[in-house]
């Protein structure tokens, strides 16, 4: 270690001196941080990514080189382990439909499979609602569909209950929790990570071709309740602690030929870094093989994209959040992320009347197009019933 210290010392000496190299500086400095990193964990002052930074691309380290033009829909873990399966897989067979993002640890907190991997269940609660997850991962090999892990990350209300000291704890004592019941854990606990991982690493054993990290942040407006509440930190930024659990867990995927995706609001493509849930934009795009925006139309608020009612302009409200990533990305050029947005196959009623409009075939077809004349060909739906409306052009 004394020797990487020594060459973050070099490094940074040779950094400096790079000023109208941007590129190389850029690059460089991500591996002088990743070498400081990785010399202040192994002094237990900071839970950060060690190694390879990972900064290498999606573009040119892609383990699924092979893989589709994914169009997926969302499957929770009682769909894939119940009767509703045969009818997404129906689905499927009969349309250009070709992947299942699939619940491996739910929005509870929940591993949605049994289990007797002793690291996951150490932390983890498994529970059965994938009664057979090996039979499951051989029908969608027997229907050609690409099998995507879906992992829930920082929402997790098992394990903050269970372990409150990696969570956020109010001043009463009790774990905090937002206004619909829900608890996070604390991405600065390096535990929290390697549980999360582990996960992972597992879905990979089980055959699923890429994990997709959702939740990698900070619970919503945390930036009003941080100084309210008792939780291990270090010096670093949300921010940058966020996108090194990002750097670290693809690090750790690597050798298991899986890719890393990340979902992410769809609005930080159009706003700068939203530091308070410590979500960047083109750091995380930069550290994964896979970003994928959600960028429903009913999640914009009126005027976005020139739009009073977003949710009643699907195409329109598309396209113009497509704009503002390739924007956003601009700067990772060739080496970016394949683009892969979450789009709105639901009906938003709760925005009111006149807010929004009955979703089926034709609007998510009009979202599907607005992706192809972005140059966008990859699109996930969401239906959070796994409802999908029949007869949309994909």
Known sequence: MDFLLTLFLILHTATSALSDEQPQQNSLSRFVHA????????QGQNPSATGDDASSNGA??????????VKGIYVTAYS???????TLLDLLDKTELNSMVIDIK??????????DN??????GTPQP???DIKGLMSTLKEHQIYPIARVVVFKDTVLAKKHPELSYVASDGSVWKNGKGDS?????RKEV??????????AAALGFKEIQFDYVRFPEGFEKKADHLKFYKTEESRVDIVSDFVHYAREQLAPLGVRVSVDIFGYAASVPAAEGIGQDFVKISDAVNVISPMIYPSHYSTGWFKQPNPDTAPYETVKGAMEDTHKKLEELGDSGPVIRPWIQDFTASWLGKGHYIKYGAAEVSAQVKALNDSGVEEFLLWNAGNKYSSGATY
């Open 35 to 42: 070498v400081y990193q990785s010399q202040t964990q192994n």
């Open 60 to 69: 040119l380290s892609d383990p699924q080189p092979d893989a589709p033009k």
């Open 80 to 86: 894939a382990g119940g009767a509703r399966r045969s």
């Open 106 to 115: 739910d929005d509870s907190g929940y591993i949605t499979y049994k289990t």
């Open 118 to 123: 002793a690291e996951l269940r150490k932390l």
């Open 129 to 131: 609602f994938i009664k």
């Open 184 to 188: 996070f854990v604390n991405p600065y």
């Open 193 to 202: 990570w390697d549980y999360n991982v582990a996960i992972a690493k597992e």
